[in-house]
């Protein structure tokens, strides 16, 4: 018996000694997909020799004679540092997701296809002038160039998703950028979860007032009244009832690819307002935090007209050029302009044949074609896509259609981005190449979608701004002025074409000598166009006019930076006096040391501090405690949370939203206001223990780079997640969105994905930051090392000077004409 245990422990010894080897083997088999810094490589259609030097921090250096070979140039670092991310947008677009992660991603593919990014990128490529086509047919041949290149026995040619997957990635063909660009439309498309808030209220017997006190507006905005949506449709008012197998409104896309998210800052400001008597320009646009980050900096430096030029700044893996940045004369900077470019028809289908539908002329045929979508490890997923004269028709259970239309009726989008004439990506070589302001908005021209509010500055001291995409021009008879899907069979909601470049709001040089958005309303006054009346909340903006448009003292690059990371939260001080002086002296149970700090509290969401955690949670309780009895299962549709609701519940209106339906006493604010505390203090103390004194907002607001898909894969998300402590909130300048519905709630989801400040006396004391690093592999030491500069607030120096970039430089690469 000794002997055999003795045999068993050796051989148990011998099998973890395996174990250890296989783990190490893998490992270093794995690692062997971080690319080597130095190499060379032959390219066939390469004009001339490129070299490309990656700096200290992971930046390429694409040196090149033409700006066509700049671009293969592009496409093969795009590849070498960020494949799998590019796969992801590619399959994405293409509805392809489920070959890869099985039946969990049906609903996103379904939707892809049914909107047709990959046939509408295609016939979008043919509509492009041959200069475009000829560079992205170079940029893809870059990409291609690393698929293809030789690697040796022991090194893995791809990054570990493809290897933990089991995927291979196909040649790259030159239309397939094009779908990135659609689907940074689709992330920042807001227009549609507006108009779907509003017919859901309604269709739980809402009147329009009430609608209007949910679903708010600006209180600089005066709207004409909204059509009552309970009488508008033919149908009768009847509150949908969730179905009993489905506890919440069907997600819209299976990996939770980002959507209805918008918010951003830019301002420029002219010399006439700064030290230096030259411009300077600021820009952070907020997107959904993803590790790697959405953006990829890159230099591109090309030969033209005997000159060297440069553009340089974030680009956007799977597609060419420099989107955000600068180059020798010219800066510029987006933000979202939210304007509604987005509309839903309601389709009313003929009662003996599905497959027509009401027109204003009678009865017409849908489009229809049969779509089959691939399934791993499982049947292939048949579907028939339907367009009507509007657009696609959406599939029944987008967003919970299927709880909101009754029998007989569909719902069809019109959105801009699904033009098949899209020229966007055109527009991107004109900005690199643009000498001065006029020349920079005059590329816009190409410009379709999503719709960006543009600043720019010259070295010649001009300052301009343009809302930049195609707008669409509604009839005057139409009342609904696209708050709410429209009825398809009325031709007066129809849109009458598009507003004409030239009447878009553009300005140059004002008298003011600044120029600034972020996402709230941005027409001059007299403006006589429509572009939304759901425009982002104020709250940043208005921080923004106060920090850098009413500034006195003149301007400079520390002023600048010191705008960008501001962290004062006026919203949540509004809310803290509103909610404060409806509980009065009503305060039994609540520590009074704790209601002083919130009184003396000055607004800053500080990392180190515990109010600015308090008044977050508090914020959700209340959202919860006021409108969750009032719109049941329809919460989930504002449940992220939105301030302005809340707000306005303290005040005046068509009922009392504090009350709580399900109870038979009259509650006022003051109680629920009281009783939000008690739970908010209550559930803090559950998730963080100690007392409040110990709580930090930073602990609590993690800056959470998601990876996708293996945030969803816990033994997974540690190693590929990128998390960090970050301060700000949800209405600061230094943005940082949570999210109500997540877990953990108060995590930083969206945010600051790129910070840049630009100086035009000496472009090359420009600086920038993103959120994770350059790589996109977790075992490059470029994967995360960003991250803490980002959550510290601080930069990096945007130069393209040489001497600069080649001082301790980590490897070069060189490209080569194949012979």
């Known amino acids: 018996m000794r002997r055999l245990l003795k045999w068993l422990l050796g051989a148990l010894a011998i099998l973890a000694g395996l174990a250890v080897v296989g783990t190490g083997a893998a490992y270093y088999y794995l690692k062997g997909s971080v690319p080597p810094a130095n190499g060379e490589l032959r390219i066939a259609g390469l004009g001339a020799p490129v070299k490309i030097v990656y700096d200290a921090h992971g930046v390429p250096h694409i040196i090149a004679e033409t700006l066509r070979d700049a671009a293969m140039g592009q496409g093969f670092v795009h590849a070498r540092d960020r494949l799998w991310q590019m796969e992801m947008f590619r399959i994405a677009g293409e509805g392809r997701l489920s070959e890869i992660f099985g039946e969990k991603t049906i609903a996103t593919d379904i939707y892809m296809r049914t909107i047709d990014i990959a046939g509408r990128s295609r016939r979008s490529y043919e509509r492009l002038d041959d200069e475009t086509k000829a560079m992205l047919r170079a940029y893809v041949a870059g990409i291609n160039a690393w698929l293809e290149r030789e ?46 808030q509003r017919l859901a209220l309604a269709r739980r017997g809402f009147s329009p007032s009430e609608i209007a006190a949910i679903v708010r507006t ?89 000159r060297r030029r440069h553009a340089i700044g974030m680009s956007l893996p799977s597609t060419p050029m420099v989107v955000l940045g600068r180059n020798d004369r010219v800066a510029w900077g987006f933000t979202n302009t939210g304007a509604d470019v987005q509309d839903l028809y309601i389709e009313k289908l003929h009662p003996r044949d599905p497959n027509r539908y009401k027109t204003p002329e009678g009865w017409a045929e849908f489009e229809r074609e049969k779509i089959t979508i691939k399934v791993k490890d499982a049947e292939d997923v048949t579907f028939i896509r339907r367009q009507s004269r509007h657009g696609p028709i959406l599939p029944t259970r987008y967003a919970g259609l299927d709880r909101l239309l009754p029998k007989g009726y569909v719902a069809a989008i019109r959105w801009t981005a699904l033009a098949d004439d899209d020229t966007t990506i055109a527009a991107l070589s004109r900005m690199a190449r643009a000498r001065n302001v006029e020349a920079y908005i005059e590329a816009q021209r190409l410009f379709v979608a999503p719709m960006q509010s543009m600043v720019v500055g010259d070295v010649d001291g001009n300052i301009g701004f343009i809302t930049a995409g195609r707008l669409p021009l509604r009839k005057a008879e139409n009342d609904l002025m696209g708050r709410a899907p429209a009825p398809g069979w009325d031709g007066r909601y129809d849109w009458a074409g598009f507003l ?4 878009l709001v553009k300005i140059v040089n004002p008298p003011s000598g600044v120029l600034y958005s972020a996402n709230a309303n941005i027409l001059p006054p007299g403006y006589p166009h429509h572009y939304t009346f759901d425009w982002t909340k104020d709250f940043r903006q208005e921080r923004v006019r106060e920090l850098v448009a009413e500034r006195k003292a003149p301007h400079d690059m520390a002023s600048m930076i010191s705008a960008q990371t501001d962290r004062k939260s006026k919203a949540l001080l509004e809310l803290r006096d509103k909610a404060l002086r409806a509980i009065g002296n009503k305060t039994d149970g609540i520590p009074v040391e704790l209601l002083s700090a919130l009184r003396r509290w000055d607004g800053e969401m500080l990392r180190a501090r515990p109010e600015p955690l308090i008044m977050i949670a508090w914020f ?11 719109l049941g299962e329809d919460y989930a549709r504002f449940a992220k949370g939105d301030i302005a609701m809340v707000l306005g519940a303290f005040e005046a209106g068509p009922r009392n939203w504090c009350d709580n339906r399900e109870t038979s006493a009259i509650e006022d604010c003051g109680g629920i206001a009281r009783r ?144």
């Not at 004409?500 to 009447?503: I, K, T, V």
């Not at 209340?622 to 009032?630: C, G, T, V, W, Y």
């Open 500 to 503: 004409p470049f030239d009447q």
């Open 218 to 306: 600006n209180k600089s905005e005066s709207p004409p009244p909204l059509p009552d949506l309970r009488t508008l449709y033919g149908w009768p008012v009847k509150q949908a009832q969730m179905h009993p197998h489905r506890k919440r409104l069907a997600k819209p896309f299976g990996l939770s690819w980002p959507s209805a998210a918008s918010a951003s800052n830019n301002w420029v400001v002219a010399g006439s307002r700064t030290k230096t008597g030259k411009v300077l320009l600021a820009n952070d646009p907020h997107l959904r935090l993803g590790a790697p980050s959405i953006w990829y900096a890159v230099h591109l430096s090309w030969q033209e007209e005997g």
């Open 151 to 196: 690697t040796g026995s022991f090194r893995a040619s791809l990054p570990p998703e493809f290897l933990i997957l089991g995927h291979e990635p196909r040649p790259w063909r030159p239309w397939q950028p094009l779908m990135t660009v659609k689907l940074m439309a689709q992330t920042l498309g807001t227009n549609l979860h507006h108009e779907l």
């Open 620 to 630: 959700k309780a209340l959202q919860e405690a006021i409108f969750r009895d009032d």
């Open 676 to 819: 939000a505390l008690e739970a908010a203090l209550a559930g803090l103390e559950k998730r963080y223990g100690g007392s409040w004194q110990t709580w930090r907002w930073g602990r609590a607001h993690m800056a959470h780079g998601a990876h996708r898909p293996f945030d969803n894969v816990p033994p997974l998300a540690k190693w590929f997640n990128v998390l960090v402590e970050s301060g700000g909130g949800p209405y600061t300048v230094l943005r940082g969105q949570t999210d109500f519905r997540k877990e953990p709630p108060f995590h930083n989801y969206h945010a600051s994905s790129y910070r840049g400040v630009f100086d035009l006396s000496d472009l090359d004391n420009s600086l920038w930051i993103h959120t994770t690093g350059q790589s996109g592999n977790p075992l490059s030491p470029h994967y995360r090392d960003l991250a803490p500069l980002w959550a510290e607030m601080k930069y990096l120096p945007m130069t393209t000077k040489p001497d600069a970039y080649e001082a301790n430089a980590e490897g070069v690469w060189l490209l080569r004409p194949e012979r």
